[in-house]
């Protein structure tokens, strides 16, 4: 969705976090994507073409910009190891795109670019290194009703096929995804895959084979204006996930902005937690069992359905690793760190 300029995290738990770490980015550009792994390393993306890539788990930081992109938006970065990376580029028509790299940003291949004007892809996921998928707001099919754009790749991202529109449900009039933290889809196992929207409506739409079929549920987050609706999507595993959002366009509302799973994504419920306002991104943090998550001003954790408010920043997308470690950017150049609780 074309309202871009959104941040904020919510983070939840039961256990106190430890203070959050601020990290020297060495840029100042707006940081939209973030991607934690094991051993320290992590890669972040933004605007300007640029990429960030961490291999001491934040104490340095290189920035840089892949050449001939200095134009575009990065607003999503998938990682597997210190050399290998995708990014992708959201935006109307030909500045939606894909990238990769395997010798740590020294080249980058260019594997997908846009050719719809009226397109505009979001964000992108991954369930191992050569299987991903991409989803892009609605466009008409050549019957003219309104589908989300979906491509997926079996090869590492050396072809990306778009997935039949048939497959999916159709889409509402004023209805799409946000391209706010590289979040609005998720993947789970081998072939599980959800997908958020807003604007008049919000829903979450999932696929148990890749894809290949869908359903959609409606859900109790707020929705109506196109700046509102779910932004971020998460799964701990199967049948448990959670969804955030809220209006970008007023933060301070409290909600309905929170909403939880226990049936794969068929029916969601709305959380308790307090307090609650406009969030951008969310994350299960597997290694302690909290819940993280994020936007302008909150930053949560969240166990159990209990929150504790653990600090006021201005986030835009965030990362856990399978070590618990929690990265988080922001605007200007703003990289903080979370250490792992117990």
């Known amino acids: ?101 395997v010798d740590a940003g020294k080249t980058w291949e260019l594997q997908f670019t846009n050719k719809d004007p009226k397109g505009f892809f979001d964000c992108m ?39 039949s529109s048939d497959a999916l449900p159709t889409a509402i009039e004023g209805e799409g995804a946000f391209a706010a933290s590289g979040t609005c889809i998720t993947i789970q196992g081998k072939s599980k ?23 959609v549920a409606d859900t109790p987050i707020i929705h109506g204006p196109a700046s509102a609706g779910i932004f971020s999507v998460a799964f701990r595993d199967a049948k448990h996930g959670v969804i955030v959002g809220g209006d970008y366009m007023h933060p301070e509302q409290a909600g309905p902005n929170l909403a939880f799973t226990n ?15 406009y969030f951008s991104t969310v994350a299960f943090d597997r290694k302690s069992n909290r819940l993280l998550a994020a936007g302008t001003s909150l930053t949560l954790e969240i166990r159990k359905n209990r929150a504790k408010k653990i600090a006021d920043l201005n986030l835009n997308a965030m990362s856990i690793s399978e070590a618990g470690q929690a990265i988080a950017v922001g605007p200007k150049g703003v990289i903080t760190s979370f250490p792992p609780t117990r």
């Open 1 to 101: 969705m074309r309202f871009l300029n959104v941040a904020f995290m919510l983070v939840a738990s039961a256990l106190f976090a430890q203070s959050p770490v601020s990290q020297k980015s060495n840029t100042n550009e707006n940081l939209r994507g973030v991607s934690s792994l094991p051993n320290g390393i992590a890669w972040a993306s933004g605007t300007h073409g640029t990429y960030l890539r961490t291999t001491d788990g934040g104490a340095t930081w290189q920035a840089a910009q892949v050449p001939g992109a200095e134009a575009l938006d990065f607003r999503d970065v998938k990682a597997f190891n210190s050399d290998f990376a995708y990014m992708l580029a959201a935006g109307p028509g030909e500045q939606s795109r894909i990238y990769k790299t």
């Open 193 to 215: 895959v959800w997908f958020v929207t807003g604007g008049k409506v919000a829903r979450v739409f999932r696929s148990a084979n890749n894809g290949k079929f869908w359903t």
């Open 125 to 163: 996921a991954f369930w191992d290194r050569d299987h991903g998928i991409a989803v892009g707001d609605p466009v008409a099919d050549s019957s003219g009703k309104l589908r989300f754009e979906l491509m997926s790749t079996e090869d590492g991202g050396k072809n990306w096929k778009p997935i």
């Open 263 to 277: 049936d794969g994504g068929r029916t969601w419920k709305l959380s308790k937690a307090s307090p609650q306002a």
